[in-house]
């Protein structure tokens, strides 16, 4: 049965990891993979999660399986934290949390949720995205589309954006990312946010919200600022939590579902069918990493630690854009890649073209996605001078 079955390319970006291993230039410098590195380009293991697991080792009494919900306290400990203390939404019940492996998984569980329970709704997705929004909808069955959001002069392109979702079908399901766009590093500002939402409200759409990095734009209050805006004036939103990156647990899969319907009613009904959307796709969730998660926000002391850290990496990744930009301009390049400076996150769109991104990965060992996304927290201060004259080599 499998004489049919061809070989595909492998994932660009794992691709990357290899061709960057076997590369032999002492100066190479890896800009691909989307995770945090700190100064000696390693992804380290937060002192609060080293706290907590420690705690876990010592405490934990069983592996019994956690729900399709996940462990209930997970969610009451992101609920606050991605909808924030006091919520109106909260106080009203009008909230759900189902944990999920992942913002992947959680991505997932809504695509499924979409296809089965709201069938024949197609989503939009913005121009560029995160490749994974390209194949997790399509493979539920959703017919996808997407909205600009990049000009060809790599620079925000909101009256396009807001030109094309006034045009969407109404009940729609529109993709929006919270904060720290990936790939581009683009966000909107907060009058920005308002006009997507009255374009959201005319036209009846359905908002998912990729929420995958709190607290790595402005703060963790900060970044949450669209999601609870929509939260709080729309009858229904979801709404995908990730703690891979602020928490820095990658492997530990551990993301969450929130949906917000319009009352306590009609929240405890799509929970009902939410338990069986997982129970159908994974059953349970992984344990460990919402475990951590549990054992550092129910925690005063660690809660504290974990946020230092958290804004520790935060202000790093911020400096690096300011100074990768100030490094260019000896060259004469710090206005043609000032955007870098003012993007959020871990990832910007610099820019560079394919052919000067295969110069840099050829002739200097620079490794970035041929889009020219490169993962900031690859800079460091010992790179960056390295880095400033290749780009201007290739310019």
Same mark, same amino acid.
């Given at each position: 049965?499998?004489?049919?079955?061809?070989?595909?390319?492998?994932?660009?970006?794992?691709?990357? +990891?290899? &061709?960057?291993?076997?590369?032999?230039?002492?100066?190479?410098?890896?800009?691909?993979?989307?995770? !945090?590195?700190? =100064? @000696?380009?390693?992804?380290?293991?937060?002192?609060?999660?080293?706290?907590?697991?420690?705690?876990?080792?010592?405490?934990?009494?069983?592996?019994?399986?956690?729900?399709?919900?996940?462990?209930?306290?997970?969610?009451?400990?992101?609920?606050?934290?991605?909808?924030?203390?006091?919520?109106?939404?909260?106080?009203?019940?009008?909230?759900?949390?189902? @944990?999920?492996?992942?913002?992947?998984? &959680?991505?997932?569980?809504?695509?499924?949720?979409?296809?089965?329970?709201?069938?024949?709704?197609?989503?939009?997705?913005?121009?560029?995205?995160?490749?994974?929004?390209?194949?997790?909808?399509?493979?539920?069955?959703?017919?996808? *589309?997407?909205?600009?959001?990049?000009?060809?002069?790599? $620079?925000?392109?909101?009256?396009?954006?807001?030109?094309?979702?006034?045009?969407?079908?109404?009940?729609?399901?529109?993709?929006?990312?919270?904060?720290? *766009?990936?790939?581009?590093?683009?966000?909107?500002?907060?009058? @920005?946010?308002?006009?997507?939402?009255?374009?959201?409200?005319?036209?009846?759409?359905?908002?998912?919200?990729?929420?995958?990095? @709190?607290?790595?734009?402005?703060?963790?209050?900060?970044?949450?600022?669209?999601?609870?805006?929509?939260?709080?004036?729309?009858?229904?939103?979801?709404?995908?939590?990730?703690?891979?990156?602020?928490?820095?647990?990658?492997?530990?899969?551990?993301?969450?579902?929130?949906?917000?319907?319009?009352?306590?009613?009609?929240?405890?009904?799509?929970?009902?069918?939410?338990?069986?959307?997982?129970?159908?796709?994974?059953?349970?969730?992984?344990?460990?990493?919402?475990?951590?998660? +549990? /054992?550092?926000?129910?925690?005063? /002391?660690?809660?504290?630690?974990? $946020?230092? /850290?958290?804004?520790?990496?935060?202000?790093?990744?911020?400096?690096?854009? $300011?100074?990768?930009?100030? #490094?260019?301009?000896?060259?004469?390049?710090?206005?043609?890649?000032?955007?870098?400076?003012?993007?959020?996150?871990?990832?910007? !769109?610099?820019?560079?073209?394919?052919?000067?991104?295969?110069?840099?990965?050829? /002739?200097?060992?620079? !490794?970035?996605?041929?889009?020219?996304?490169?993962?900031? #927290?690859?800079?460091?201060?010992?790179?960056?001078?390295?880095?400033?004259?290749?780009?201007? =080599?290739?310019?």
């Amino acid at each position: 049965m499998f004489e049919h079955i061809e070989r595909v390319p492998g994932d660009a970006i794992l691709g990357l +990891i290899e &061709a960057f291993k076997k590369d032999t230039n002492p100066q190479k410098v890896d800009l691909g993979v989307g995770v !945090y590195k700190d =100064a @000696q380009g390693n992804t380290p293991v937060m002192r609060a999660v080293k706290e907590a697991e420690a705690l876990l080792l010592k405490n934990e009494t069983t592996k019994a399986y956690i729900g399709s919900h996940g462990d209930p306290r997970y969610g009451q400990a992101i609920l606050p934290m991605v909808l924030g203390e006091g919520s109106p939404v909260l106080e009203a019940g009008r909230a759900s949390a189902t @944990q999920s492996p992942g913002g992947t998984g &959680a991505l997932r569980l809504a695509a499924d949720f979409i296809k089965s329970r709201l069938p024949g709704k197609g989503i939009w997705v913005s121009d560029p995205t995160w490749p994974n929004h390209l194949g997790i909808f399509p493979a539920a069955g959703i017919e996808l *589309h997407k909205y600009p959001y990049v000009d060809a002069e790599n $620079r925000l392109n909101f009256d396009g954006m807001l030109a094309t979702i006034k045009t969407i079908p109404h009940g729609d399901v529109i993709l929006l990312h919270a904060c720290c *766009h990936n790939p581009t590093g683009f966000d909107l500002s907060r009058e @920005q946010w308002k006009q997507v939402l009255e374009v959201i409200q005319e036209r009846n759409l359905l908002p998912v919200i990729d929420f995958a990095y @709190q607290g790595f734009g402005e703060g963790l209050d900060e970044d949450a600022y669209a999601v609870r805006l929509l939260a709080e004036s729309l009858d229904e939103v979801m709404i995908t939590s990730s703690c891979s990156k602020n928490f820095g647990i990658y492997n530990e899969r551990t993301g969450c579902l929130i949906v917000v319907a319009k009352d306590h009613e009609q929240m405890e009904n799509v929970r009902s069918q939410m338990a069986i959307v997982a129970r159908e796709n994974y059953s349970n969730p992984p344990a460990h990493g919402s475990s951590i998660v +549990i /054992e550092t926000l129910y925690s005063a /002391e660690l809660a504290a630690v974990w $946020r230092e /850290e958290l804004t520790e990496m935060r202000d790093r990744i911020n400096t690096l854009r $300011r100074d990768f930009v100030e #490094a260019l301009k000896p060259y004469g390049l710090d206005q043609k890649y000032h955007c870098v400076a003012e993007q959020r996150g871990m990832f910007s !769109y610099t820019g560079l073209t394919p052919d000067q991104v295969d110069r840099l990965r050829d /002739e200097f060992g620079i !490794y970035m996605v041929r889009s020219g996304r490169a993962n900031v #927290a690859g800079f460091s201060q010992e790179n960056l001078p390295y880095l400033a004259k290749a780009i201007a =080599a290739v310019n």
